[in-house]
Antibody, heavy 120, light 109 residues
Framework: QITLKESGPTLVKPTQTLTLTCTFS??????????VGWIRQPPGKALEWLAL???????RYSPSLKKRLTITKDTSKNQVVLIMTNMDPVDTATYFC????????????WGQGTLVTVSS | QSVLTQPPSASGTPGQRVTISCSGA????????VSWYQRLPGTAPKLLIF???QRPSGVPDRFSGSKSGTSASLAISGLQSEDEADYFC??????????FGGGTKLTVL
């Protein structure tokens, strides 16, 4: 059974850097084809894809947020880390990580999500 | 503004059939498959449909998906009160990578 869980601060101040960790089980990021993505949803708004990292360390970023995002993996810890710089109140959202496979076009399953509020 | 366009809301009475549309472009839905997700309040999004019209195990056959050209649809038949949720479509885009729809809030009257 695949599970993922997000962790990180619930409150960050404007201009600060956000670091979120996705800890997963039931699969390995050493396995060919496996990927983990980050997606967020601001309150009352749409899902927005942020970043994706593949088993071979290939990475993809949302073009609109690319300058602010860094995604890394630690396969020994079964973790994927997302770093977002220069946080703004508009970045207030629930942040999800999710499992994917390179040859497919879907995310399944998703973590429960973590709400991050950006406020001074 | 989301790359994929969905109606913001939809509604139906129990037992009815409801359809939610998702409109895209040649760079996403036109050339790649579509997936659909259900988000119940306070829960994680759940995969409902993958590869345009495939259901993961455990998803009732009341849920079905289709795709034609640059548009896709999710149909829910035999509507039930527990179907009240937000529904999102998604697809890979050849230039933007992953794109999602704006979401449709389904109300069961």
């Amino acid at each position: 059974q695949i599970t993922l869980k997000e962790s990180g601060p619930t409150l960050v101040k404007p201009t600060q850097t956000l670091t979120l960790t996705c800890t997963f089980s039931g699969f390995s990021l050493n396995t060919s084809g496996v990927a983990v993505g980050w997606i967020r949803q601001p309150p009352g708004k749409a899902l927005e894809w942020l970043a994706l990292i593949y088993w071979d360390d290939d990475k993809r970023y949302s073009p609109s947020l690319k300058k602010r995002l860094t995604i890394t993996k630690d396969t020994s810890k079964n973790q994927v880390v997302l770093i977002m710089t220069n946080m703004d109140p508009v970045d207030t959202a629930t942040y999800f990580c999710a499992h994917s496979i390179a040859t497919t076009n879907w995310f399944d399953p998703w973590g429960q999500g973590t709400l991050v509020t950006v406020s001074s | 503004q989301s790359v994929l366009t969905q109606p913001p809301s939809a509604s139906g009475t129990p037992g009815q059939r409801v359809t939610i549309s998702c409109s895209g472009a040649s760079s996403n839905i036109g050339t790649n498959t579509v997936s659909w997700y259900q988000r119940l309040p306070g829960t994680a999004p759940k995969l409902l449909i993958f590869s345009n019209n495939q259901r993961p195990s455990g998803v009732p056959d009341r849920f079905s998906g289709s795709k034609s050209g640059t548009s896709a649809s999710l149909a829910i038949s035999g509507l039930q009160s527990e179907d009240e949720a937000d529904y999102f479509c998604a697809s890979w885009d050849d230039y933007l990578f992953w794109v999602f729809g704006g979401g449709t809030k389904l109300t069961v009257l």
